[in-house]
């Protein structure tokens, strides 16, 4: 990673770089002290929507993470950014939670399922058949289609549950309309990223554990990527890709003296 110019902003995923199964990944509390010591400016990226990032602050932080909720974006937020760029004080109907929820109404967004501007869906714990019914009754009228991320599975303690790019498909099917998806691999999150901590694309790194999400957006948004072996990917899966990070290392406890 020398031969540009120094990395002067950090991007991380969270899931699998920071936090696997509810712990710490081994040297990422070490990572985040560094990052806050250096001065240098970071955010922790999720495409998960459910929570707020004064949430994730809070769970960061009961596992010895110290990220402020200023420092952490979700695809619910940039998905909220993305419509008040968009549409500014529009209205949607939502399928989701506290997360996605709260960053509309954050942008002036009026929730409601009487003619919204936009059908928006993310993630939730329980969704339900009645508003999947309504979201597709809406779309078919004429609402714009957005979701806040592809990610078909979610974990649980007892196997996968069903994640918002399978709902999303399901609701294409009903409708044959495709949603617009924010959250990663859309390189727009990247982007609306940068903006947030006003970093530049030739100085930033995007720190992974998948090839399909973090490393390809990464590279689509021109930054350096760095894929970590402590999440979902191995070492052997690199090679199925077109594509390469700049970097791969085993977690990112190998990434302290890059800081």
């Known amino acids: 990673m020398s031969e540009r110019r120094s990395v002067e902003c950090w991007l991380a995923d969270m899931d699998g770089v920071l936090v696997h199964e509810g712990h710490p990944v081994p040297g990422a509390p070490e990572f985040v002290a560094r990052l806050r010591e250096s001065g240098k400016r970071f955010l922790v990226l999720t495409n998960n929507s459910i929570y707020t990032a004064r ?3 809070a769970r960061l932080q009961s596992v010895g993470l110290d990220v402020s909720e200023d420092l952490i974006w979700t695809s619910a937020l940039a998905t909220a950014t993305f419509l008040a760029d968009q549409a500014p004080g529009g209205s949607a109907f939502v399928i989701g939670e ?3 929820i709260t960053a509309l109404h954050g942008m002036g967004y009026v929730l409601t399922d009487r ?4 059908v928006v869906l993310g993630e939730t714990r329980t969704y339900s058949f009645s508003t999947i019914t309504t979201a597709i009754r809406l779309v078919e009228r004429g609402a714009r289609f957005l979701a806040t991320n592809p990610d078909t599975v979610g974990p649980s303690p007892e196997g996968p549950l069903p994640a918002t790019g399978a709902v999303a498909a399901l609701i294409t099917k009903a409708t044959g309309i495709e949603p617009y998806f924010v959250g990663k691999p859309n390189p727009l999150m990247m982007r609306s990223a940068l903006n947030r901590i006003e970093a530049h694309s030739e100085t930033t790194a995007m720190v992974g554990d998948r090839m399909d999400t973090d490393v390809i957006s990464g590279i689509e948004a021109g930054l350096r990527t760095v894929l970590v072996l402590s999440g ?15 970097l791969v290392v085993d977690s990112v406890a190998d990434l302290v003296d890059e800081v």
């Open 55 to 57: 949430d994730l602050s």
């Open 98 to 100: 506290a997360g996605l």
């Open 115 to 118: 003619n919204p501007d936009y």
């Open 232 to 246: 979902v990917t191995r070492r052997e899966d690199v090679e199925r890709y077109p594509y390469r990070p700049s």
